[in-house]
DNA sequence: CGTCTGGTTGATCTAGATCAACAGGAGTGG
DNA sequence: CCACTCCTGTTGATCTAGATCAACCAGACG
């Protein structure tokens, strides 16, 4: 982890305005900023671990986050990905619970740490504070629960399709020719951690996929070739 | 749907104070008392359907709510049980989005209808509700992301002896001889749909724990035989 | 009675897991 | 510079949990 960088500042930080601090006033933004700790991180490290005590929050200004949970006989999925403009760690905190997750960097990220008292300031001091983690929480809990509905009901095959048109939603870009591109930020293995599955399935179903002339995959480059074809074999859940 | 019932009060409310409603004062009862409409329900009636605007919040007073996750193609899943003491339908309402899924009745129960506009009376009010909700929802998110990952990691056979679990903690007794007994409020084919799965596959996996000796069952009596082996075999999880 | 619905069982099929081998970098150290 | 070792990813061979399709049974109910 990086040195503390001084030269964000929380008061024009272009992701702001996407997350619980949107609607700080002045003085307010000067606390956070002061008490806030911005890191740049590389994949690899962790933001906290499941089991631990929370301390705070953490808001992604840039980069990729994987929360992954762990189960009692050391197999664990990657729930969730959180990128930029996210804030993770607030459920734990708020619960006065132990992480239920672990957060790990899987792209270089910078990233704010917003120790429990600041948070605690905010809260206390401005009531739009509750009402931006209640409306965080609650639009979680609803991709959650759509992220676990499609898991017990989708095979896995759809859900690896979805997972690419989630990601190109995210972080797809048109190329010199016009066409549609990813550059994944994840390995086989993670995203195999995404869907439950095994890394060994995944490049098989790269392959039909592939074949079947849905996408096509070089190294972390992912070119969709037909997506019409990917959105009507998902259904455009 | 029974008639509008009168005798029930929430001043009174048995389940009140596990509700977002127990740090109300005395007026704020009353109105809410005024406001809230009481019915019994019968198993197969809905309480709101997936798609529909949000009208209210529904609070469990007794019996047992399933909420059902539709696919575009057809396919369902339960996706979480609730049972007395519980509002369902918050996020919707307090997200202003459409229900995410659709609740249905599973044994009969009374549940009480708070409509949107008491409903924001009573947030406006007192902020300790806000925060009850709060708390609710991230409560909510972290069963949520548990099952989740539950079902990335786990086969269907350790994730139904997890749910007999789940269903002896929150249901189970002792008969006359000591012996602990549940007697399951749903049948097989919902029991699939927790878990993602087809109703005769659960019927094979109840034949299989029954010849191991972990668990006895007889229509919708389940004798837990051998707990200790249930809860070593899915890891207490 | 017949008809329905919920549940069980059997036979078969398949998506995906598992186990094993191997190929291509990217270091790292001599 | 080469030899060696990780590490990620791919492929092949095989296995299995659970799905699917079909038959059947028992109780409920008009």
Chains 1, 2 share one sequence.
Not at 31 to 55: C, I, V, W
Not at 142 to 153: G, H, M, Q, V
Request: charged letters at 25%.
């Amino acid at each position: 982890m990086s040195q503390c960088d001084t030269t964000h500042d929380c008061s024009n930080c272009p992701t702001r305005h996407t997350t619980e601090w949107r609607d700080l006033d002045k003085n307010q933004l000067a606390s956070l900023n002061l008490a806030k700790r911005t890191h740049a991180m590389e994949p690899g490290e962790t933001l906290f671990l499941q089991g631990d005590e929370a301390d705070g929050v953490y808001c992604i200004q840039s980069g990729l986050v994987g929360l992954r949970y762990f189960d009692e006989d050391g197999n664990s999925a990657l729930i969730r990905l959180c990128g930029t403009g996210t804030t993770v760690g607030y459920g734990a905190l708020l619960s006065k619970q132990p992480y239920a997750t672990s957060a790990e960097i899987l792209t270089p990220s910078v990233v704010c740490f917003l120790k429990r008292s600041i948070v605690s300031d905010m809260l206390a001091n401005n009531p739009k504070v509750g009402e931006r983690f209640l409306q965080h929480s609650i639009r979680d809990l609803s991709e959650s629960e759509s992220d676990y509905a499609r898991s017990l009901t989708k095979t896995v095959r759809l859900r690896f399709l979805h997972l690419m048109m989630v990601l190109y939603e995210r972080l797809g870009y048109l190329d010199e020719n016009g066409n549609p591109i990813v550059e994944l930020p994840i390995m086989r293995r993670e995203i195999a951690d995404l869907l439950g599955a095994q890394p060994e399935s995944i490049s098989r179903l790269i392959r039909s996929v592939q074949d079947e002339g849905l996408l096509k995959f070089d190294g972390k480059m992912v070119l969709y070739s037909d997506m019409d074809k990917v959105q009507h074999e998902i259904g455009t859940s």
